[in-house]
């Protein structure tokens, strides 16, 4: 059931694709009768190719191309079909005007798929799948009951990720290796009905095996845990924890065995039940912080007792008093100090300094660069002479692990500050390139653990040229997603300030970054003290609250530094 949903899911996925493709460029489809099985061959080698085989496709084979370039004209798609056997070939035309295919075909049938640097696809029930590309990435999702694979590294050491344990890899001669086996226990009757041949070659590409394309992180080497990803093992979040293991099997193994056996459910994974944030501050009154913002998630300022409404326990209640908050926030400076930013170092440092003499003073602060790992620059403080010698210590270089950083800052040291106000401030490119983490997994997690976070991030066009890589031309999305920066930096600064509360701050400008500062600021000052009057014998009532204020919207957060308990 699970990989028929899965399956179905991205079939849908990668028909959504094409259908929002179609309005750049004029599309092709055919639909041919066939036997209930068929032999597809696709040789495509500017495009993306996916191929799904569906139980639903009886007798038939449905042929939908499109392209965000030109036109597709006839002679762009040679389609040969001779009783069961199909062939489709499609004429390169460059990569802007490249043709992407989606082929559906009956179950149990073969497929063959030639590429280049395309992503390939091939999702379903076959009875063989056979792929060769140079550097494009081959995803796989097929029943894992019974499975035969063979994947071969031509040109490159292999990279791979795998819902299932694979044998280790074997060394050839030439410069080859080789990933083989077998799924499954075999059975004559059963393989004859279900087993699935999978043989992919590949001269450096990727491959997946039943691992969301979205989930692959960008490093997908076997290697050494860093000191963030043993961190994050050490917390217990369980999808954080699994993220890490598939893709260092091996590594996370060895780690995992020298850990004791977690005594109590981890921190970061307790939930706390909604409205269980008020504090006692004399008999039958209770207060809790709030803060209130714009559909753009802008703070709105002077609001008053009349602005508010609250329920607890389901009942309406008074606001007797509402004033703005003024507890200090736990803040962290999270550097990227990556080989990227390399040669700004100075404007970084000069950055961070910035950002310490505009913070409140009563703010504690603490600072922690990354690279491929991170580098705790210093705990949480009020000291800003020290935090500003501390950044000469900061050391420069290497990939660039954003995701695993900000999974160290809500394992490590915001796991202890749970239900203190508190913030994460990110300066970075936004492009990471080592995580263990990928996105998704690092999104899920921060918008479960109440920090706020404030990317502030500065596009490539403002680092010096020498630093840059040049950009590949590929049309593969999981090796696009990091040479493509700022598109992808951006949409996926946007979406850590919204699961977290926060706000997305795009810097064009150098100049820009003090007004971002002092804009991170206000905004944490934003928050409002309510106290409302109260009638529960709860230790901890359940409070909802809503304003007047059109298309305003509350984030609930506990008053800091008095007793929890009424």
């Known amino acids: 059931m699970f990989f028929r949903q899965l399956s179905l899911k991205l079939a849908s996925a990668l028909l959504l694709t094409f259908c929002c493709c179609s309005v750049f460029g004029q599309g092709f489809k055919q639909e041919l009768d066939a036997p209930e099985k068929v032999e597809l061959t696709v040789r495509n080698q500017e495009g993306r190719v996916s191929v799904v085989a569906s139980d639903e496709q009886q007798k038939k084979v449905t042929i939908d191309a499109r392209s965000s370039g030109a036109a597709i004209e006839p002679s762009d798609l040679k389609v040969q ?278 913070a409140s003073p009563q703010d504690r602060i603490s600072i922690i660069s990354f690279r491929d790992d991170i580098q705790v620059i210093s705990n949480f403080t009020t000291d800003r002479q020290m935090l500003s010698r501390k950044l000469d210590e900061i050391d420069a270089g290497g990939g660039t692990a954003l995701y695993d950083a900000l999974g160290y800052v809500l394992s490590e040291p915001l796991r202890r500050l749970r239900g203190e106000r508190t913030a994460i401030v990110v300066m970075s490119d936004g492009d990471d390139n080592k995580s263990f983490i990928p996105f998704p997994a690092i999104l899920e997690a921060l918008s479960e653990s109440g920090a706020l976070v404030y990317p502030l991030y500065v596009p490539s066009g403002l680092v010096p040229e020498s630093s840059v890589p040049k950009p590949e031309i590929t049309i593969d999305p999981l090796r696009t997603r990091y040479l493509t920066l700022t598109t992808r930096a951006e949409d996926e600064g946007r979406k850590l300030a919204s699961a977290s509360g926060g706000i997305y701050y795009p810097i064009r400008r150098l100049e820009d970054l003090q007004k971002a500062y002092d804009d991170v600021v206000a905004q944490l000052r934003s928050a409002y003290t309510i106290t409302y009057a109260s009638n529960s014998v709860s230790a901890q009532p359940r409070v909802r609250v809503r304003t007047n204020r059109d298309g305003a919207s509350v984030r609930l957060s506990p008053v800091v530094g008095l007793n929890n308990t009424p």
């Open 81 to 358: 079909a001779k009783g069961g056997s199909i062939t489709i070939d499609v004429r390169p035309r460059g990569e802007k005007d490249r043709i992407d295919v989606v082929v559906t075909i009956p179950s149990r049938s073969k497929v063959q798929v030639e590429g280049k640097a395309g992503a390939v696809d091939v999702v379903g029930k076959f009875e063989s799948a056979t792929v060769r590309t140079d550097t494009g990435t081959i995803h796989a999702d097929v029943p894992l009951d019974a499975v035969k694979f063979d994947f071969v590294w031509e040109a490159s050491r292999p990279r791979y990720m795998s819902d299932v344990e694979l044998p280790p890899v074997k060394e050839k001669a030439g410069g080859m290796f080789k990933l083989s086996g077998r799924l499954g226990e075999k059975d004559k009757q059963k393989d004859k009905e279900q087993l699935i041949a999978l043989n992919f070659r590949t001269q450096r590409g990727v491959v997946l095996l039943n691992i969301d394309p979205e989930m692959a992180p960008a490093d997908l080497r076997e290697r050494p845990l860093t000191e963030a990803a043993r961190a994050i093992v050490r917390s217990g979040d369980t999808q954080l924890v699994e993220a890490i293991r598939k893709v260092s099997p091996k590594m996370f193994g060895d780690y995992a065995q020298t850990l004791p056996p977690p005594e109590k459910e981890p921190e970061l994974v307790r939930r706390t039940p909604p409205g269980h944030l008020v504090s006692s501050i004399a008999p039958q009154l209770l207060r809790f912080n709030a803060s209130v913002t714009d559909r753009n998630g802008r703070a709105i300022s002077g609001m008053r007792e009349t602005d508010f409404t609250v329920w607890e326990n389901g009942i309406e209640r008074r606001v007797t008093n509402v004033a703005p908050a003024n507890e200090p926030f736990n803040l962290v400076l999270l550097l990227d100090v990556s080989g990227s930013v390399e040669e700004r170092m100075d404007f970084i440092r000069k950055a961070a300094r910035d950002f310490l003499r505009t």
